[in-house]
Each structure stands twice: as C-alpha cells, then as structure tokens.
C-alpha cells in the first residue's frame, strides 16, 4: 500500500484546499506590506552594484557575519543553528511540496505513483545532513527558550510573539523527524546515518503497517500545515525578518558609512528658483516630516528588524540614561506606516499637519532624535543591516531647516553661517592661524603657486581650543622633524560643516562644503592629512558628493608610518600605562584601529591596556552628530559613563585621536577628581614627547 497521503481523492482535496488558501493568503500579506513600505515617496535607488549587494548577501546573510560578534556569541550560535536549518533543510521543503504535488497530478491523471521526488544530490549523504541539522535546530530552539526564559536580557524582552516563532519551528522540526522516521519504517530502510530521526523509526519498530502508515500520514500533514501556518504568520509579525533581512542586507546602503544622504530635494528646489524667482509653494519644508517624505527601504527596515535590542544596548544615550532607543525608532516608524495604510483603507484622508503625522515630536519625541551621538554603534551591531542614523537625521533635517534646532545649538549653528567667523565658536576667522605663532619658524601658509605635498587641515578645535592648539604644534613638529612638506590655510580655512549637517542643517552644510572646495581646488590641494576624525570623514567621504576628491589621512595613519620606517624615533622615559579611547568618526565610521595602538606601542616603557567596550564596540565620549554645541540635562553624562570605564583600567595616561573626545574624557577625568593622576592626551603629543 502506497502511504502517501496525497494519493486518493480525499488526499487531493485536502492538500489542494491547504495549498490553495495558504498560496493567496501569502500573496494578500506580501502585497499588504508592500503597499504598507510604498506609502514612503522619496526616491532611494538601491538597485546599482549588484555584485556588491549579492557579496552583502553571502557574508551577512549566508555567512551570518554579525549574529556572533560584538559579544553576543551565545545568542548568536543558537540563529546560526536554527537559521542553518532552514538554509539546509529547504531542499527537502522543496522535495516535500514538489513530491505532493506529483502525486497530485497521479491521481488527477489517474496513472500509478511515481517514485517520490528529490533534487539532485539530496537523496544521498544530503539526507544525513538535513538530519543533522534537524537536531541542531532543535538544540537552537531549547537555547532560545534558556534565553527568553532563565537568562532574560534586558535587550529582548520576552513576548507571545516570540513564543509562538519558537513554537512553529519546533513543530515544523518535531513533524519533519516524525515523517522521515516512520517513512524509513515502513519503507525499511537501513541509513543509520540519520540517526537523529532514526530514534523514531527505532521507537517504531515492531509496529504494524497500518499504524506505521497513519503515524507517517498524520506527521505528513502536521508538517504541511505548520510549514503552511508559520508562513503565513511570519509577514504579520515581528519575524517577518524571516523573509526581510535577506533582501535587506542586498540594498543595504553602499555609500561610505562615514556620509550621509546628499538632499537632492534642495537641488530641485534651487533649480525651480533659477527658473522662477518668485516660486513660493505655500508648503514648502526640508527634512522628513511626514511618512511620505521618508525612502522605501526607511520603512523595510522596520520589517527587517528582529526587535534583538542590540542596537539600544550598544545606544551610548541608552546607556547613559536619555530617551533614545535605536530599535523603537525603526519599529515606531513601521508602526506608524501600518496604522496610516490601515486609516486610507477605511477612507480616512490623512492630514499632514497633525501631530500624529508628524514624524519628529509626534511619531518620534524630538528629545530621542536629539540624544544621538550618531556614534553608528547601533548601525555596528545590527544583525539585519537596519540603518538608524539616516532616520534620525531626516527628522532633525524637519526640525533644524524648519526652525527648530535642538537644545541650544543654534548658537554654534549661526557661528558657522558668518563667513567672518566660519566656525561653530564663532570666533573670528581672521584668528584661525593664530595658534601658529609660536611655531611660525617651522609651520608656513599654503602657497598657490607652490603647493606644499600636504595641506594640513587644522580645524576649527585644532585653531581656537587650548588642547587643541597643543595638538596641532605638536602634529606640526613632529611633520617638520619627519621632513614632511606641509603647509597650512590659515584663515582661508573654515569649518568642514560636520556638526552643521548631523544638527540637521544639510543647507549650511552644502554651502560650507562648496566653499572649501572652491578653496582647496583653487589652492591645487590634492592630500590632506588632519588630526580631527570629524574633519578626516567630511573630506574624504562627504565632500565627493559635491565635487571634492582628495586624498585624505589622519594624522595617526601618517606619524604611524613615519614611526614604522624609522623617520621618527621615539626614544626617552618610560610613559607608562596607556589606554586608548576610540573615536567614533575613525573607527566605526572609517576602520582605522590599528595605527593609534601601533604609535603607543612604539613608545619607550609603555604597557597599553584596552577599556572593556573597545575598537567597534568603543563607547561614545558623546559629542558626535552635534552633541558638542548642545546643553542636554537628561541622564548621566556620557562622557563621564566613559570616562569611568577608561579609568577603570587604572592608567597613566588616557590616549584619544580626537579634540572632541579630549574634551569630552578631561572634563570626565576633572569631574572623577583625577586629573593630578592621569593625564588625557592626543597620540601627536605623547609621541612629540618621546620624539627628540
């Protein structure tokens, strides 16, 4: 007797009706979130390099590159188990539907059964494959539940949701070794290496067919209909990244991960003022406002998510106590999409102008979009390729260009906009080569006529700040020593306009940009090197986007090499114990690890120790993405969260590649009373110091 269950009649109808309805159910759900993440207007083409996306795809999706890292290695094994199962075991998915479906057309053409369907190659050593995995998913399983139940981080909070996912795919495993083992029961087959659901076939030995046959038949369809169920339910619910984060990671974004999006919009609008001085729409507005005015792939990424919490537990504001939560933004904005689609499809025209539309202080309090640091830890860690920093600064884009500029930076905002001044201190520009006064003998200014191999770009802190003065006489005379031929623009220089467009004004930050790069263009700068990580990522990766094509270097990259080859020698007392803090604009943003350890490991005496959080997990100092020119009294202090980790290693000396961040750690250091015990330095000046 055959023991297929889609060989009579009844067999037919029943997978028929199953497949029939489950088929146009899926079609409605896909179709319904795809009008749902269609209700985003603005245009965002993720469809170029293909060969770079389907790369994306292979190391992030197959490779499962970011589940185990950044110390999330128990949680990250147990996907890897349960996801490496629906990779594998979707060959014998196919067998299973496709076999049905023969056995179908059998008995609907009324000719005899044919032997049961299997792809190339996984009817041999595939099939112990498949059962391996089988056993591993369900290890993965009984992980997760220890996860969500005994273990409970606070990241992942436990819901039904979650629950039921975990239900489904144990059934889907619990009928799959079901099947397969009656199936080499009844069939007698001896393939001892399919061990795991051989436990079955064992349990069932000595039974009689009959029993064998509906044991199969009712695992058969259990398998049919929780694969059928689960999928079905998996677009509706928060794992519907099941079937997202795949595509995802292939349109992930390709740009350098240092620039933001350039707002083609403001060129629309300057080209209909050319064409129409007069042109006065009565609702003209920059940034995001509503959901219309946000991209396709900002609304995916809320289906994408896993809701894994790992963005908010890496989220420096998090940490320190402010209202930011990088994962509820993405999902608040998912949400938001579903309930707008749900009010047009009951008739409802939706008013743009109601705070309910609103994204920034409506959908999303504008106290979380202004506690970001844009430090890019969530970006870092997210395991679907999720991108939250272009989110927020959208809808600081709405709030700054429209007026409304957060928590006291307007000052530094206006200080930037006077070309006298140029920078967010608002201190004259004629005064910005002051600081080279001292180092007159060895520091020149940029001859157009005789361009210098290097423009050293100083930088607003470089140029007004006292440390940061120290900084850039140090930079300059280990150049000098070292025989570089450099020069500087002195007050011809003006600030990159980094803080200008992470505050949200992309306005300021266009015209900032172009006038450097009138500058440098016209001053024939071909390499730039910089002491400042914020300067560094503006010239290198944001000012292409208008023009500008330099060759750009932190200065740790170039004193790491003139120590490397001998020109600097570092000779002198012992300094002792160093410990490096990361800036995030050179790490996370541009991956330059490893230059700053190799200056302070070239250091006479030095023992260099790492703080906990370190390299791409590096806590923020908190003055990134425009923190610096804000007074936010919410929370602790990040800096002092990181100050505290730098010192807990006890150092002598506490190593930055940042003003920012010296800054940001020596007002920390003064606040923790230590500042008679640890020093804070840049790498140019520790190693000046050993530098004769």
């Known amino acids: 007797m055959n023991h297929h269950p889609v060989t009579s009649f009844a067999g037919v109808i029943g997978f028929g009706v199953l497949m029939t309805a489950a088929a146009i159910a899926f079609i409605f759900a896909i179709s319904l979130r795809y009008r749902q993440v269609t209700q985003a207007k603005r245009r965002d083409d993720r469809f170029y390099d293909m060969p770079a996306r389907i790369k994306n795809f292979l190391v992030y999706v197959m490779g499962q590159k970011r589940l185990p890292s950044h110390g999330y290695r128990y949680s990250g094994i147990l996907h890897i188990f349960i996801f490496g199962a629906f990779v594998v075991l979707s060959v014998d998915t196919i067998n299973f539907i496709v076999d049905a479906h023969l056995k179908l057309f059998d008995v609907i053409l009324r000719r005899p059964p044919g032997v ?55 059934g889907l495993m619990f009928f799959e070794v079901l099947q397969t083992g009656f199936d080499m029961a009844i069939t007698g087959a001896d393939r001892p290496e399919i061990w795991f659901s051989g436990i079955v076939t064992a349990l069932a ?55 933001l999006r350039r707002m083609d919009e403001l060129d629309l609008v300057e080209q209909k003022l050319e064409q129409d001085p007069e042109w006065a729409p009565e609702d003209l507005y ?15 990424d809320g289906l994408a998510c896993t809701e894994c919490g790992r963005c908010t537990d890496n989220c420096p504001a998090s940490i320190s106590g402010k209202p930011l939560r990088p994962m509820h933004i993405i999902v608040d904005l998912k949400h938001h999409a579903e309930d707008r689609y749900r009010a047009a499809q009951h008739g409802e025209v939706a008013d743009l102008h109601a705070p309910e539309n609103i994204l920034a202080g409506g959908v999303i309090d ?24 272009p989110d927020i600064i ?7 260009m429209n007026g409304d500029p957060g928590y006291g930076s307007s000052k530094a905002l206006k200080g930037m906009k006077r070309d006298k001044k140029a920078n967010p201190w608002g201190l004259p520009r004629r005064d910005r080569g002051k600081w080279a ?37 140090s930079v300059s005379r280990l150049m000098h020593k070292a025989g570089v031929d450099f020069a500087i623009l002195g007050k011809r220089e003006a600030c990159t306009g980094d803080s200008a467009r992470r505050l949200g004004d992309e306005n300021l930050f266009r015209e900032m940009a172009k006038n450097n790069i009138a500058t440098l263009d016209e001053a024939g700068v071909k390499k ?68 700053q350890r190799d200056i302070i490991d070239a250091l006479p005496g030095v023992e260099r120790v790492e ?29 002092y969260v990181r100050t505290d980790e730098l010192l807990a290693t006890e150092p002598k000396v506490i190593a930055v590649g940042c003003n920012f961040c010296a800054t940001m750690i020596g007002d920390g250091v003064k606040a923790r009373n230590k500042e008679e015990q640890v020093e804070v330095l840049d790498l140019a000046e520790l190693l000046d110091r050993a530098v004769s």
């Open 116 to 170: 049961p369907f299997h792809l190339p190659l996984s009817n041999g050593p595939y099939q112990a494959l498949a059962d391996t995995f089988r056993f591993l998913c369900m290890v993965g399983l009984g992980m997760a539940l220890v996860n969500r139940l005994i273990i409970k981080p606070k990241r992942l909070p436990l819901t039904r949701d979650a629950l039921y996912t975990i239900a489904f795919i144990f």
């Open 205 to 259: 030995s000595g039974a009689d067919p009959e029993t064998l046959t509906t044991g199969y038949r009712v695992a058969w369809w259990g398998h049919l209909a929780t694969l059928l169920a689960f999928s079905n339910y998996v677009p509706f619910s928060k794992h519907s990244h099941v079937f997202a984060a795949p595509p995802n990671w292939v349109f992930a974004s390709l740009e350098p991960k240092g620039a």
């Open 286 to 300: 920059f940034g995001a406002r509503n959901l219309e005015d946000l991209s396709w792939k900002q609304i995916f």
């Open 366 to 389: 504008t106290d979380v979009l202004w506690s970001c640091t844009t430090c890019r830890a969530c970006m870092e860690v997210c395991p679907v390729g999720n991108e939250h920093i």
């Open 394 to 400: 959208d809808m600081r884009r709405y709030l700054t």
């Open 437 to 473: 006064e001292d180092v007159e003998e060895i520091v020149r200014d940029w001859d157009d006529e005789k361009p210098s191999e290097y423009l050293y770009w100083v930088g607003c802190a470089g140029a007004y700040d006292d440390q940061g003065q120290r900084v850039s006489k």
């Open 528 to 595: 730039i090197v910089t002491h400042c990580p914020h300067c560094y990522n503006t010239l290198k990766n944001e000012y292409r986007q208008f023009g500008g094509e330099y060759e750009v270097i932190h200065h740790s990259e170039l004193l790491s090499k003139l120590v490397a080859d001998g020109t600097l020698k570092p000779q002198g007392e012992a300094a002792g114990r160093v410990v490096y803090h990361d800036s995030c604009y050179l790490g996370r943003y541009n991956d330059i690890y490893d230059p």
């Open 611 to 639: 703080p906990t959080r370190t390299k791409r997990t590096g806590l923020c100092c908190g003055a990134g993405g425009g923190q610096m020119w804000m007074e936010m009294d919410i929370g602790e202090r990040m800096n």
